[in-house]
């Protein structure tokens, strides 16, 4: 069974500032995604940012990166340069490549950007 | 409409009302998915339909009853609902199942459900 934990409810930043969200899995399957989403008061969740396991670069999207670390089974992320648009609840999840389609959700960090 | 539209937003409902989600995806995806978000805990998967055929049941109550007839539409009908089952639906789909070629789910903005 596939589990995803973040242990941080709740962050708070100044805008401008670098914020690292954590995030870390565990799962029994070789081959995975691994994801970052992101969920607006406007409730609709977004996709951020998706690693493949099998990758070892650490994947990047504009200002969003993540420190993906398989043997610890961590996957980190990090914001630059945080905007107040940033402000949103944010996921971990994990997906297996073969098999059962579940995507598995971290319980989510609420993330404020304040200015 | 473009993406992923629910209806409707925000729903009340007593725990003898039938009632139904709708979901529409205008992406011309095969694959469909219901979650349910609630306060206290992780977002779940539900149901998962790949051309319309129902691939995963995550053990989910009977009283919750989905219905997929074709590739854009997604229906969750509900019946005798307990006031634990007030939470946030979302709907989602995307192209295929995932595999070895990643398939992004789009989401969409959920269905506020409170029962009474």
């Known amino acids: 069974a596939q589990t995803v934990t973040q242990s941080q409810p709740e962050m708070s930043v100044q805008e401008a500032e670098t914020v690292t969200l954590s995030c870390t899995y565990d799962t029994s399957e070789s081959n995975y995604y691994l994801f970052w989403y992101k969920q607006p008061p406007s409730r609709q969740m977004i996709l951020v940012i998706r690693q493949e396991a099998y990758k070892q670069q650490n994947a990047t999207e504009n200002r969003f990166s993540v420190n993906f670390q398989k043997a610890a089974k961590s996957f980190s992320l990090k914001i630059s340069d945080s905007q107040l648009g940033d402000t949103a609840m944010y996921f971990c999840?994990?997906?297996?490549?073969?098999?059962?389609?579940?995507?598995?959700f971290g319980q989510g960090t609420r993330l404020t950007i304040n200015p | 409409e473009t993406g992923v539209t629910q209806t409707p937003r925000h729903l009340v409902m007593g725990m003898t009302n039938k009632k139904s989600l709708k979901c529409e995806q205008h992406?011309?995806?095969?694959?469909m998915y219901w979650y349910k978000q609630s306060a206290k805990k992780p977002l779940e998967l539900m149901f998962v339909y790949n051309f319309k055929e129902q691939t995963e049941n995550n053990s989910v109550p009977s009283r919750f009853s989905p219905e997929c007839p074709n590739s854009s539409h997604l229906f969750l009908h509900l019946h005798t609902l307990q006031p634990e089952d007030s939470a946030l639906y979302l709907c989602a789909s995307s192209p295929t199942l995932a595999g070895a070629v990643y398939n992004e789910q789009f989401f969409g903005p959920g269905t506020r459900l409170t029962v009474l």
């Open positions: 999840a994990s997906l297996p490549m073969t098999g059962a389609q579940k995507l598995v």
């Open positions: 992406l011309g995806h095969n694959a």
